[in-house]
């Protein structure tokens, strides 16, 4: 874990309201509410549509859903806010590359411990016409599911679409993960349409800005914190 910090603190990836370049990341980790997980990057693109790659994608959402939030003072840390692969912060982990990577991605939440993590992802099926936004929970875990039903909801509203979220016992990060966590599947790739729109930094924004409001919508509803709360009144 010293790699991953001393790795996160340089390139600024702790980011919340008291965090800033120096601070101590042990001082920063407790305060984050949300962890937000950037899905692939560096050797990993994830889905691919000619030259667009899925982790290109998942990063400009992730930075923007940053910012939302530290706008409105929910303490988030985000776990790469550049491109590179997180299983270069855990080389002495055993397992192939992509495993290291997923279990990085679950020691950084299980680490942070905040009230859930949002793995941003964009999907890919053989059906050209499969469009618009899914989200997957654990499956058996309420809390997660709670918090997906909100998230496809502003999603749903986003796109126009009536989608159901999915659950799922299959993907790594939502089983090994302590802390409640989601994967938020963002609109698929291998659809025109919502390449056009995954690709557009307005788009993008509208995306950051859904999922945020189903998170702070979640935060206060479903996972109340006494010293959120009071940091949240104090900052209005
Ligand atoms: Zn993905």
New binding site residues.
């Given amino acids: 874990m010293r790699v991953f910090w001393a790795g996160a603190v340089a390139a600024g990836l702790l980011a919340g309201p008291g965090s800033a370049p120096g601070l101590q990341p042990e001082a920063a980790s407790p305060s984050a509410r949300i962890v937000i997980d950037v ?2 990057g560096g050797v990993d693109g ?2 691919t549509y000619g030259t667009i790659l ?1 982790k290109d994608i ?1 990063l400009a959402v992730g930075l923007k859903l940053l910012s939302v939030l530290q706008s409105r003072h929910v303490p988030t840390s985000i776990n790469r806010t550049k491109d590179y692969a997180l299983s270069d912060d855990n080389p002495g982990k055993n397992g192939g590359r992509h495993r290291r990577d997923l279990a990085q991605r679950v020691e950084v939440a299980n680490k942070l411990n905040p009230a859930f993590m949002l793995s941003l ?2 999907n890919w099926t053989s059906n050209p016409s499969r469009s618009g936004p899914l989200v997957i929970y654990r499956k058996n875990q309420q809390a997660g599911k709670r918090l997906a039903l909100r998230l496809q909801q502003e999603l749903n509203r986003l796109y126009g679409t009536e989608t159901e979220p999915v659950a799922s016992k299959s993907y790594y990060v939502l089983t090994h993960s302590r802390v409640p966590s989601v994967i938020v599947e963002m609109g698929f790739l291998s659809n025109k349409k919502d390449r056009q729109l995954l690709l557009s930094p307005q788009f993008q924004q509208k995306l950051a800005d859904s999922i945020a409001k189903a998170s702070m919508d979640a935060l206060k509803e479903d996972f109340p914190s006494s010293a959120g709360s009071k940091k949240n009144r104090a900052a209005k």
Avoid: C, I, R
Wanted: proline share 0%; charged share 10%; net charge negative.
């Fill in positions: 899905g692939h994830g889905t899925e998942n992802h964009v």
